[in-house]
């Protein structure tokens, strides 16, 4: 079965401190994996996809096949970074997306 | 940036009452929308995917006679949570994926559903 699994619901980081979002995912073909922000009082969005290889916000994720992980990192924190941060998997052969549960980043002054 | 608009954002019905919200796609066709539940502190639960012109295509477990969604045009889906009750109470979100952009879902503001 496809799952996403994010181990940590809340996390608490000082500004300009390195941030890492655990994600990991259970699929059998080849994942395409995305991470959907969401700010307070805002709504879903897109923040990154790892096919692009982009950076989006100073974030970066690797998808690691290895370890079934696409782990969300940023090396200094800022208070804006303060969301819910929730990683995705896309369902093969369709276009839905299976949802980790999330986690809340808060990021201290 | 593609938006998509979901009304009303806040509902209050009594039990047996049926609520229609609206999702539109403001700025580009949406072929496919996506239907999903929010209980609180939890992760969003896909209820159903919305396909223009056909009928939708609900997950296991959702209510097809509960929860009517109809795609009648590239810019509009409704869900009808139909003889509400209080456990229906939640928070309902929309989203849509222009063509060949798989993955990448433009999101409603979300409807926070309340049955009395």
């Known amino acids: 079965a496809q799952r996403v699994t994010q181990p940590e619901k809340l996390l608490s980081v000082f500004k300009g401190a390195p941030v890492e979002l655990k994600c990991n995912y259970s699929y059998s073909g080849s994942p395409e994996l995305f991470w959907y922000v969401q700010y307070s009082r805002q709504r879903l969005q897109l923040l990154l996809r790892?096919?692009s290889r982009e950076s989006i916000k100073g974030f970066t994720a690797d998808l690691n096949k290895g370890e079934t992980s696409f782990h969300l990192k940023k090396p200094f924190a800022q208070e804006e970074d303060s969301a819910m941060y929730y990683c995705a998997l896309l369902q093969g052969g369709s276009e839905k997306l299976v949802f980790g549960k999330g986690t809340k980043l808060t990021v201290n002054p | 940036g593609a938006v998509v608009s979901q009304h009303p954002s806040r509902v209050i019905c009594k039990s047996g009452t049926s609520v229609k919200i609206e999702c539109r796609s403001l700025?580009?066709?949406?072929?496919?929308m996506f239907w999903y539940r929010q209980f609180p502190k939890q992760s969003l639960m896909l209820m159903a995917t919305s396909n223009e012109g056909s009928k939708a295509t609900y997950e296991q477990g959702v209510e097809k006679d509960k929860f009517l969604i109809n795609h009648a045009s590239l810019t509009l889906s409704t869900l009808t949570v139909t003889s509400a009750h209080p456990e229906d109470s939640s928070f309902y979100i929309c989203?849509?994926?222009?063509?060949?952009?798989?993955?990448?879902?433009?999101f409603g503001e979300g409807s926070r559903l309340t049955v009395l």
């Open positions: 700025d580009f066709q949406a072929t496919t």
């Open positions: 790892h096919i």
């Open positions: 989203s849509a994926s222009q063509q060949g952009a798989r993955g990448e879902l433009f």
